[in-house]
């Protein structure tokens, strides 16, 4: 089992930054890649960005160049910074963690934390 607790969420005006941060806990062995997906009113959860355990980075296209994710494997905790944010930013952000177990890979999620961008 893997417990995640994400943080950082709040409200920011456009073109502000905001940087979130999740941090696992549990049985942390076979880790595999982590990302952060995102879900905005009437909308499905949409993946942010990910990466992998030997840190290669992969980016939605609405985010690139403004955003960047990383972690940190000593303290288990993942982080999304994120500057020049804009209204569509708005949404819960989630934390994603896959494990590999004996049935295959797992995934794991945080309980989300918004993130609103308005003036």
């Known amino acids: 089992q893997v417990q995640l607790a994400e943080s950082g969420g709040g409200l920011v005006q456009p073109g502000g930054s905001l940087r979130l941060s999740c941090t696992a806990s549990?049985?942390?062995?076979?880790?595999?890649?982590m990302g952060w997906y995102r879900q905005a009113p009437g909308k499905q959860r949409e993946l942010v960005a990910t990466?992998?355990?030997?840190?290669?980075?992969n980016y939605a296209d609405a985010v690139k160049g403004r955003f960047t994710i990383s972690r940190n494997n000593a303290k288990n905790t993942l982080y999304l910074q994120m500057n020049s944010l804009k209204p569509e930013d708005t949404a819960v952000y989630y934390c994603?963690?896959?494990?590999?177990?004996?049935?295959?890979?797992?995934?794991?999620w945080g309980q989300g934390t918004q993130v609103t961008v308005s003036s």
């Open positions: 990466i992998t355990s030997g840190s290669t980075t």
């Open positions: 994603n963690v896959r494990q590999l177990t004996g049935s295959g890979w797992y995934n794991y």
């Open positions: 549990g049985i942390l062995f076979s880790i595999g890649a």
